[in-house]
């Protein structure tokens, strides 16, 4: 596995028919950080009416996936768009047009301890201003973003010892946040791959395309470059090097990009 400095990646932005190689794309794309700029506040992660129209468009014109942290219902809604597929809490759940809706990861043995879990975290981090405990389907996300820097290592005890609780869960980290996750052997990079699978884009015709900004993401950055073909596309950078061999700056950016994607497939 190749791994490099974000910042020493190439720009995806003016190389979109080089990186195509001819291929049409058939495109994976991130929420928080990517298609969304990160906010103080997760409830307040809206699309713009721009990323909305451009998402409408290339999902005309190829497949188009989100692949996100967050509950899918949440997403789904966040997105509000019909024509796309969509992965919930880090794969887990997926639904997309025609009725789709699967749980391929098989997550459902973990809901009892995510529950518990879920139950315990309000209560021990209750008195802790800032703090956040938002309950996906099949993952628990702990925000300290708005916790006071004295307060942030109780957070992080507190969330480790929860897990000590619970073999059924691991742990995961993001921007700002500590996860729980399902104890199992998937992922965005796992859910990437079904997706190809189900939706018949293992084809040398087609070039898939990963575009994400966080330490999860990684996962599917690394999936992609395992299977020796498709690209993954790091927006900014997070905490760690990455196995993304192109790079775009930001929000903005990632929304020009898949502008020139849709006008290069037409
Ligand atoms: O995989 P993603 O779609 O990127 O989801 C990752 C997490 O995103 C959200 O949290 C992040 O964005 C928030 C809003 O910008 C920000 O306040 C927070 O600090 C970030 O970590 C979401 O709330 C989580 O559930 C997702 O796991």
Not at 191 to 200: F, K, P, Q, S, T
Request: hydrophobic share 40%; with cysteine.
């Amino acid at each position: 596995m190749q791994k490099y400095e974000a910042t020493e990646l190439p720009s995806a932005l003016n190389k979109i028919d080089q990186l195509l190689e001819g291929k049409k794309p058939a495109v994976f794309l991130d929420y928080d950080g990517c298609l969304s700029p990160i906010v103080q506040d997760p409830n307040k992660a809206f699309l713009s009416e721009a990323m909305k129209t451009t998402l409408r468009q290339l999902a005309d014109v190829c497949s188009v996936a989100v692949v996100s942290g967050r509950d899918r219902a949440d997403v789904e809604k966040l997105v509000g768009l019909d024509n796309l597929y969509f992965a919930g809490s880090h794969g887990f759940d997926i639904t997309g047009p025609g009725g789709m809706q699967t749980e391929p990861g098989d997550a459902s043995r973990a809901l009892p301890a995510l529950d518990k879990a879920a139950e315990t975290l309000h209560e021990r981090l209750q008195d802790v201003a800032g703090v956040v405990v938002e309950r996906k389907r099949y993952a628990i996300a702990v925000h300290y973003r708005n916790v006071t820097d004295n307060q942030i290592e109780r957070v992080k005890v507190t969330v480790d010892d929860v897990l000590h609780e619970h073999e059924e869960l691991k742990k995961g980290l993001g921007k700002k946040i500590i996860e729980l996750k399902p104890n199992m052997d998937w992922h965005k990079g796992k859910a990437v791959l079904w997706l190809m699978n189900e939706l018949d884009l293992n084809k040398p015709e087609i070039m898939p395309i990963y575009i994400g900004d966080d330490i999860t993401d990684e996962d599917a950055f690394a999936s992609l470059q395992e299977q020796k073909y498709g690209l993954g596309i790091l927006v900014g950078e997070h905490d760690d090097k990455t196995a993304a061999t192109y790079r775009l700056e930001d929000v903005d950016e990632v929304r020009q990009f898949l502008e020139k994607l849709t006008q290069t497939v037409k």
